[in-house]
């Protein structure tokens, strides 16, 4: 489970991470991040699972699979950042450790779009 102080809540977080962010597409998801976006110390991060992704249950649980995934890799994010985690249908029938390197390397691309040489 994501801590609830790194949740992304807010309607307009999501629309600034993904207009303003830096973006990195995978087969499975697409990573938008956006260093500073949300001015304060923790990282938020958000999930976008379309009904193109599968039902209700499906959906659910891809979203539970990328929010677990995202957990572990908070310290990677710059301080303060806005992370949006978009699903594709394809993540609907993948396995765990395929969404975990679609997700190591999307985060590696906009972390390196981004200049943060954490990583």
């Given at each position: 489970m994501?801590?609830?102080?790194h949740r992304m809540r807010r309607r307009h977080e999501f629309t600034l991470a993904v207009r303003r962010g830096y973006r990195a597409g995978r087969?499975?998801?697409?990573?938008?991040l956006l260093p500073g976006g949300n001015g304060e110390g923790n990282s938020l991060a958000g999930f976008?699972?379309?009904?193109?992704v599968g039902n209700s249950v499906v959906?659910?649980?891809?979203?539970r699979r990328l929010r677990h995934l995202v957990r572990a890799r908070l310290d990677l994010l710059p301080p303060g950042s806005l992370l949006v985690v978009r699903a594709n249908p394809q993540a609907a029938a993948a396995p765990s450790d395929e969404l975990a390197r679609d997700l190591d390397r999307a985060l590696a691309k906009?972390?390196?779009q981004s200049g943060d040489s954490r990583r």
């Amino acid at each position: 489970m994501l801590p609830s102080g790194h949740r992304m809540r807010r309607r307009h977080e999501f629309t600034l991470a993904v207009r303003r962010g830096y973006r990195a597409g995978r087969p499975r998801l697409v990573a938008h991040l956006l260093p500073g976006g949300n001015g304060e110390g923790n990282s938020l991060a958000g999930f976008i699972v379309s009904k193109a992704v599968g039902n209700s249950v499906v959906r659910n649980r891809v979203e539970r699979r990328l929010r677990h995934l995202v957990r572990a890799r908070l310290d990677l994010l710059p301080p303060g950042s806005l992370l949006v985690v978009r699903a594709n249908p394809q993540a609907a029938a993948a396995p765990s450790d395929e969404l975990a390197r679609d997700l190591d390397r999307a985060l590696a691309k906009v972390l390196r779009q981004s200049g943060d040489s954490r990583r």
